[in-house]
């Protein structure tokens, strides 16, 4: 059993800056076994889309829409992830969930950017 718990949500006006996190626990074995942690976000109406994903040795990748703007880094003694949000947009509002793997998932963090 892998548990994750997202933090680091909120109102946050346009242009600003969020850090969420991501932190893993439960079954170690399963944790480290399991090579990719990413974030994704499903806005109302839509369905989930990819944010960012990183692997154990730290390479990434970004959806269009984030890269340049959006960095995901990993502390993996921590077995934590990371989203470090910057020039957020209005269309950047959407609920954001980790996910370790593609079977494990956290209950998600809103984020809502005003305009």
């Known amino acids: 059993q892998v548990q994750l718990v997202e933090s680091g949500g909120g109102l946050v006006q346009a242009g600003g800056s969020l850090r969420l996190s991501c932190a893993a626990s439960?079954?170690?074995?399963?944790?480290?076994?399991?090579?990719?942690m990413g974030w994704y976000r499903q806005a109302p109406g839509k369905q989930r889309e990819l944010v960012a994903t990183?692997?154990?040795?730290?390479?990434?990748n970004y959806a269009d829409s984030v890269k340049g703007r959006f960095t995901i880094s990993r502390d993996n003694a921590k077995n934590t992830v990371y989203l470090q949000m910057n020039t957020l947009k209005p269309e950047d509002t959407a609920v954001y969930y980790c996910s370790l793997g593609v079977s494990n998932w956290g209950q998600g963090t809103q984020v809502t950017v005003s305009s």
């Open positions: 439960g079954s170690i074995f399963r944790i480290i076994s399991i090579n990719v």
């Open positions: 990183i692997t154990r040795g730290g390479s990434t």
